[in-house]
């Protein structure tokens, strides 16, 4: 794609700041839980000092579980962009140089195969971004402009890149997360807009065409009500069709004979407007969700897990 991204040096020392609390836990031993635990019903299991970063490959390995097609481009991408976007938030640990080479990936093109399904839902989208993680440590196949499908390690290489070799804590940074749903959520949410634009214009083009009232359009009408999408999408209809400012001659020269119009044309503003106050909802929840992370690193030492 046309888009590039760059960590700003101010983030770049952010993460080194968050990593090196990483780095501290490790040496001293202290207990802290996907770092030098295992995970899920093993928490309560250290891990060897000497097996932290086997245990960052395998927690990636075993959560490579999804099925179903394949996940487009535009959306692998969406989501390696958006996943790049929290860990550059430096409240993870991870290293710096797996978030540079994240980048390096994204620049490229260089997009991991990942199924469709597989994900838990808000309780974290591991098995896809488990998907996406292969990718990073050059496993499993991926795509890119110059080379096609091949194996991760092969279209890494063919774009002067290696796979990124992990350190402790980096696995459970990579796949902790709800960046699938946010990927392919944006995309419904972007059509679901569409769509109901569009709607609201076809409705307005109907209203004219069958010598329709806009009496049902009045503002005082819908203020009583007082739902915002009512009255947003009320508004734009009123804009729409015949008014003062855009007379319509079909409105202006035919001959009213009915008292209203069908439900389906007078009720619009009711029934598209609560469409509209769900998209908004949904519209906010993801825009609440690009800023989070799972797993919090204050940037004063203490973590919290």
């Not at 928490?43 to 932290?52: A, D, G, P, T």
């Not at 179903?68 to 958006?82: H, I, K, N, P, V």
């Not at 499993?140 to 279209?155: F, L, R, Y």
């Not at 804590?169 to 995309?187: H, M, P, R, W, Y």
Request: net charge neutral; proline share 3%; aromatic share 6%.
């Amino acid at each position: 794609g046309e888009v590039k991204l760059m960590l700003t040096l101010e983030t770049i020392n952010k993460l080194k700041a968050t990593r090196a609390t990483v780095e501290e836990i490790v040496d001293k031993g202290i207990v802290r839980y996907g770092i030098n635990t295992g995970f899920g019903l093993l928490s309560k299991v250290l891990i060897e000092k000497e097996k932290l970063v086997e245990l960052q490959y395998n927690v990636i390995r075993s959560h490579c579980a999804g099925i179903g097609e394949t996940l487009s481009q535009e959306a692998t991408r969406r989501m390696l962009a958006l996943r790049i976007n929290v860990l550059a938030k430096a409240y993870s640990g991870c290293s710096p140089e797996m978030v540079e080479h994240m980048v390096a990936m994204f620049n490229c093109s260089c997009l991991p195969l990942i199924p469709a399904q597989g994900t838990v839902g808000a309780s974290g989208d591991l098995a896809p971004l488990a998907h996406l993680a292969q990718g990073v440590i050059g496993e499993g196949q991926m795509w890119s402009p110059k080379t096609g499908w091949g194996s991760a390690v092969e279209v890494l290489a063919a774009n002067n890149l290696a796979p990124y070799e992990l350190k402790a804590k980096d696995g459970i940074s990579l796949i902790n997360g709800t960046q699938f749903i946010c990927a392919v959520g944006s995309e419904a949410l972007d059509r679901a807009k569409n769509c109901l634009r569009t709607s609201v214009v076809i409705t307005c083009i109907i209203l004219d065409i069958l010598e329709g009232h806009v009496d049902a359009l009045d503002k005082r009408v819908h203020k009583i009500r007082a739902h915002s999408g009512q009255n947003r999408v009320a508004a734009t209809m009123r804009a729409l069709c015949h008014n003062a400012k855009y007379p319509s001659e079909i409105y202006e020269e035919c001959e009213k004979h009915d008292v209203q119009d069908p439900y389906t044309i007078r009720c619009m503003p009711q029934v598209a407007g609560i469409t509209l106050d769900t998209i908004n909802f949904v519209e906010g929840i993801f825009h609440t969700d690009f800023k989070l992370l799972w797993v919090l690193f204050h940037r004063d030492q203490e973590t919290i897990g």
